[in-house]
């Protein structure tokens, strides 16, 4: 199975601050990677797919890079409603495999 | 709008067994494959199992095989996951998900339903 490492593992950003997440996967998986939102008591929600495309009525301070085995996500400019916990998951081979978080909290 | 909801969670003893059920509603139901991921208390994701849109196939990780069955109902737009021989680390949250087999994501999840394996 393709391993998915996420760091950091947390994180406290203040208000409009730039946040950047990573995402490392253990063998190359050619852009196959989603980011993934999950707000306090509530279900995933999908952000961006294939490294780098935004989810549709996602907010453009969101965004994601990388490629082969580095992959990121940035949000430009931290807004309360984007605490939560991050996820990232490898698309391009079975079993989907997710990255353990990234728990990110206002300052 | 696409909705998918959860029913059928609740407390269990070890070794017991447990069917969930997902309604799903505003998308061609039969068209899309079909996931169950989960969520330990506290946790992060896990996949559990997954469907094709006929039905014809499904696939599991080790940690479920041989003991949980994933099934859908295309006529009644439901999916279902039958859990037997319970143990305690199954105590987790349930999500339906829709997968986009393409790009394998998923991107539409259900709310959710708890699961706890106790005696």
């Known amino acids: 199975d393709i391993q998915m490492t996420q760091s950091p593992a947390s994180l406290s950003a203040s208000l409009g601050e730039t946040v950047t997440i990573q995402c490392q996967a253990s063998e190359d998986i050619y852009s196959g990677l989603a980011w993934y939102q999950q707000k306090p008591g509530k279900s995933p929600q999908l952000l961006i797919y294939g490294a780098s495309s935004l989810q549709d009525g996602v907010p453009s301070r969101f965004s994601g890079s990388g490629s082969g085995t580095q992959y990121s996500l940035k949000i430009s400019s931290m807004q309360t409603e984007d605490e939560g916990v991050y996820f990232c998951?490898?698309?391009?081979?079975?079993?989907?495999?997710f990255g353990a978080g990234t728990k990110l909290e206002l300052k | 709008e696409v909705q998918l909801v959860e029913s059928g969670g609740g407390l269990v003893q070890p070794g017991r067994s447990l069917k969930l059920s997902c309604v799903a509603s505003g998308f061609t139901f039969n068209n899309y494959w079909m996931t169950w991921i989960r969520q330990a208390p506290g946790k992060g994701l896990e996949w559990v199992a997954s469907?094709?849109?006929?039905?014809?196939?499904?696939y599991y990780p080790d940690s479920v095989k041989g003991r949980f069955t994933i099934s859908r109902d295309n006529a009644k737009s439901t999916l279902y996951l039958q859990m037997n021989s319970l143990r305690s680390e199954d105590t987790a949250t349930y999500y339906c998900?829709?997968?986009?087999?393409?790009?394998?994501?998923?991107?539409?999840w259900g709310q959710g339903v708890m699961v706890t394996v106790s005696s």
């Open positions: 998951q490898q698309g391009l081979k079975y079993p989907p495999t």
């Open positions: 998900t829709r997968e986009n087999r393409q790009l394998r994501l998923f991107d539409y």
């Open positions: 469907i094709t849109n006929t039905g014809g196939s499904t």
